[in-house]
């Protein structure tokens, strides 16, 4: 792999993720763009402890637009697009419109390949092992800005979700704060070790589900399962055997696995629902440990965090979605159409000839 770093023309950071060694990197961004202004501001909710970013700057950004005006496809003659140069392997740049900026954190924007009608799933080992050492180095540098104390890396696919580009491309978050999601993973974990004598949980949670009948599909160093207590109605885990906090502990045997076992993760999601229909929209997020103090989380440390991805759709069957109303929405208390062990079976069912 190789990186190059340049600047675009309002001053913010463009990174080329290359296969060849040999490529060189020098266009410029020659749109007569000014400064980049955001007003993100983090707000904590005193009464249920978790924050709220603020970003009324982002009223304006790009929405929808037509496939010959897509700011994420490379730059060809007159057409110029967030990516100066004419082609690239993998892209990650500042996000011009922010969630999460300054002292408030930092997002990115990861173009996965240059091919405006591809998808992730549709990517080579080669390109998809690519992603994931960009996701890699990205983890890495972002964990030494001193406002970042969690990075988030993730894809939304699909307008069901919210998406407004459709350019196959993923975001980075930099939060200057322990998300609410990952602050409960670690208070069970503080309960379970103190339980149980220093039992790590997510060990006995993966333990109990690789001689379980949830289990989708299976590698030497990944595993792929359906939770015992999934939300969504196809939500899938994937985890490296060995336990790491973050991307950065990966070894390289579970890096060149990946690309095989997460590809064909993703091509099963697209058949779940059989021929015909339009691509399974999904969120596929990475947990990673927080870089910040855990001390809050009473005799937990950042080696006691399992990095995993978890991937799901909110479409709950054909031409129909999961709508998260009342319960879900007022209470957080999810009802789930699907049963997990259902869920698994279908997705054995659609493996890849």
Known sequence: MKKTSTRLADGRELVYYDLRDDTVREAVDRRP??????????????????SVAVASHRQGRTYHPPADQCPLCPTRGDRLSE???????????????????????????????????????GLSAEQARLVLDAWTDRTAELSHLPSVEQVFCFENRGAEIGVTLGHPHGQIYAYPFTTPRTALMLRSLAAHKDATGGENLFDAVLAEELDGERVVLEGEHWVAFVPYAAHWPYEVHLYPKRRVPDLLGLD????????????????????????GEPPTPYIAAWHQAPFGQLEEFEGVTRDDFALHLELFTIRRTSGKLKFLAGSESGMNVFINDVPPERAAERLREVASS
């Open 83 to 121: 990516i100066p140069d004419s082609a690239y392997d993998v892209v990650v740049f500042e996000n011009r419109f922010p969630s999460l900026a300054g002292d408030s954190g930092r997002c990115e924007v990861v173009c996965f390949t240059s091919d405006h009608d591809a998808s992730f799933a």
């Open 33 to 50: 763009l000014e400064r980049t202004v955001t007003t993100s501001e983090i707000r904590r909710d005193a009464l249920l402890g978790d």
């Open 252 to 275: 390289e045997a579970a890096r060149t696995e990946f690309p095989e076992v997460y590809l064909e993760l993703l091509r099963r999601f697209d058949r779940i629902f059989g021929a």
